[in-house]
């Protein structure tokens, strides 16, 4: 079945480095593909997705390209500030699903410093 | 955008006893929604998919008769959780869908722990 790999946690950052997180998927078709964040004590929020292939999401200074050839979406930040620790989940909508369901990664925490 | 509530936010209660948490579209109608369980430090795990107007559709595994859902309006959805155990306990999410099905919103959540 389909599947969504992310790169394992925690990872601990300065403000204002450069930040990826790496996603990888299985799927079968064309998957819709998202990015969603968990801040401390809260539910999750889209962060950002990705409908076809070679689109990018964006939002709040992330970005995420979608890579057919190397099924992956990894998510990327120029200069994280401190408001970014939260959980990141990369997920994915299968095609042929047409409901909503969706597969997600294991989650990766990111902790940024001051 | 569109809101997601859950009721309640956190709920301790005695093992064999039974649970009810409730998700509620606020502003919005949702046909379908879908339950979702995250274990601590873990990913989201669908376990439902709810359906107004006829029986949710279980995720493989998922015991349909300890975790009764009722859909009972096009804006409010219920998880019974039946003779809770310790092992259920566990972060429960419900989300719905917004105009299409890659717009989802999330609740915020509900922390269950069983006693």
């Known amino acids: 079945g389909d599947s969504v790999t992310q790169m394992e946690g925690p990872v601990t950052l300065s403000e204002e480095a450069f930040l990826t997180i790496n996603c990888t998927y299985t799927?079968?078709?064309?998957?819709?593909l998202f990015w969603y964040v968990q801040y401390p004590g809260e539910g999750l929020q889209l962060l950002l997705k990705a409908t076809k292939a070679d689109d990018k999401g964006s939002n709040k200074g992330f970005e995420a390209t979608y890579r057919k050839e190397t099924t992956s979406f990894h998510l990327e930040k120029g200069s994280v500030q401190v408001s970014d620790s939260a959980v990141y989940f990369c997920?994915?909508?299968?095609?042929?699903?047409?409901?909503?369901?969706?597969?997600f990664g294991q989650g990766t925490t990111l902790q940024v410093k001051p | 955008g569109a809101v997601v509530s859950q009721h309640p936010s956190r709920v301790i209660c005695k093992s064999g006893t039974s649970v009810k948490i409730e998700c509620r579209s606020l502003?919005?109608?949702?046909?379908?929604m879908f339950w979702y369980r995250q274990f601590p430090k873990q990913s989201l795990m669908l376990m439902a998919t709810?359906?107004?107007?006829?029986?949710?559709?279980?995720e493989q595994g998922v015991e349909k008769d300890k975790f009764l859902i009722n859909h009972a309006s096009l804006t409010l959805s219920t998880l019974t959780v039946t003779s809770a155990h310790p092992e259920d306990s566990s972060f429960y999410i419900c989300?719905?869908?917004?105009?299409?099905?890659?717009?989802?919103?999330f609740g915020p959540g509900t922390r269950l722990t069983v006693l």
């Open positions: 997920a994915l909508s299968e095609e042929s699903s047409n409901t909503g369901k969706l597969i």
């Open positions: 709810s359906n107004e107007g006829s029986k949710a559709t279980y």
């Open positions: 799927a079968t078709g064309y998957p819709s």
């Open positions: 989300t719905a869908p917004g105009s299409s099905y890659n717009e989802q919103f």
């Open positions: 502003d919005f109608q949702a046909t379908t």
